[in-house]
């Protein structure tokens, strides 16, 4: 079955960066899109960025989205994080050419905070 695993969350100070990884497993990892979304306390989950390099206004220029194909593995570079990049993220992925195709990571917390 497909599997999402998101790893590399963290606590890390105001200007600090990190990296996320999410790993696929199950299923042709070229023939998906994929995405990170995020979810902030009291908030809306909100798409962050999508492997076609579109990106949030609000992380545009900090964050980086890239993936390694013959490791099945997507990455979310995060740089100059700010107290309200603060949520839990996701890695989300949709087969191509199927629109019921959605599938989610169980995801990883990212703490900016000093």
């Known amino acids: 079955q497909v599997q999402l695993v998101e790893s590399g969350g963290g606590l890390v100070e105001p200007g600090g960066s990190l990296t996320l990884s999410c790993v696929g497993s199950g299923f042709v990892f070229t023939r998906f899109r994929l995405n990170w979304f995020r979810r902030a306390p009291g908030k809306e989950r909100e798409l962050v960025a999508s492997?076609?390099?579109t990106y949030a206004d609000s992380v545009r220029g900090r964050f980086h989205i890239s993936r390694e194909n013959d490791k099945s593995t997507m990455y979310l570079i995060m740089d100059n994080l700010k107290p309200e990049d603060t949520a839990v993220y996701y890695c989300?992925?949709?087969?191509?050419?199927?629109?019921?195709?959605?599938?989610w990571g169980q995801g990883t917390q990212v703490t900016v905070s000093s």
């Open positions: 989300n992925g949709r087969e191509i050419g199927n629109p019921t195709s959605d599938y």
């Open positions: 492997d076609s390099s």
